[in-house]
T-cell receptor, first 111, second 115 residues
Framework: GENVEQHPSTLSVQEGDSAVIKCTYSDSASNYFPWYKQELGKRPQLIIDIRSNVGEKKDQRIAVTLNKTAKHFSLHITETQPEDSAVYFCAPNNYGQNFVFGPGTRLSVLP | ETGVTQSPTHLIKTRGQQVTLRCSSQSGHNTVSWYQQALGQGPQFIFQYYREEENGRGNFPPRFSGLQFPNYSSELNVNALELDDSALYLC??????????????FGEGSRLTVL
């Protein structure tokens, strides 16, 4: 089965700085690479995703980059704000089925 | 609002009992999956149902079972509860098919405490 790791497990940045979270996976059949954000006490929500035929995708302050050869993809958040503080999970999978979530990265944005 | 609703939101059971958790999928979705999220950890995939058939299962014992109904709502049943079953149980619906986006829409979860 898919083995998913995230680094770092915790990350503290000053407001306005950038944050990068890396996700590595083992299943070469994975072709869909989403990132979910879970605020304290709330449900996980998709913030950005990318498919295997694309190397990079950007949505305002958030971007995802994919290196399918090396089997990793990364979440980039620029100009961080306090509301970005949350736990972020990657969940690489095959055609949107049988998601395997990473262990999570806790991001703290310090004012 | 994602449209995915779960019930009950909180419940307390004792070891050895059985529990049924319910989920109503978002309108138009044909797939439902269930996850167990222990405190401070990521969601762990339990199983997935597509058109009323289980089509994927994670590393959970057979005492975890489920159903998907024709209206795409779903149940998660756990028999012979153990203390380690205490967790937040999340249901997620999605649209799987030719034009699927792959996005999971989660409910708020059911928090189970086993004493």
């Amino acid at each position: 089965g898919e083995n998913v790791e995230q680094h770092p497990s915790t990350l503290s940045v000053q407001e306005g700085d950038s944050a990068v979270i890396k996700c590595t996976y083992s299943d070469s059949a994975s072709n869909y690479f989403p990132w979910y954000k879970q605020e304290l006490g709330k449900r996980p929500q998709l913030i950005i995703d990318i498919r295997s035929n694309v190397g990079e995708k950007k949505d305002q302050r958030i971007a995802v980059t994919l290196n399918k050869t090396a089997k990793h993809f990364s979440l980039h958040i620029t100009e961080t704000q306090p509301e970005d503080s949350a736990v972020y999970f990657c969940a690489p999978n095959n055609y949107g089925q049988n998601f395997v979530f990473g262990p999570g990265t806790r991001l703290s944005v310090l004012p | 609002e994602t449209g995915v609703t779960q019930s009950p939101t909180h419940l307390i059971k004792t070891r050895g009992q059985q529990v049924t958790l319910r989920c109503s999928s978002q309108s138009g979705h044909n797939t439902v999956s269930w996850y167990q999220q222990a405190l401070g950890q990521g969601p762990q995939f339990i199983f997935q149902y597509y058109r009323e058939e289980e089509n994927g299962r994670g590393n959970f014992p057979p005492r975890f079972s489920g159903l998907q109904f024709p209206n795409y709502s779903s149940e998660l049943n756990v028999n012979a509860l153990e203390l380690d079953d205490s967790a937040l149980y999340l249901c997620a619906s999605s649209l799987v098919g030719v034009s699927n986006t792959g996005e999971l829409f989660f409910g708020e979860g059911s928090r189970l405490t086993v004493l």
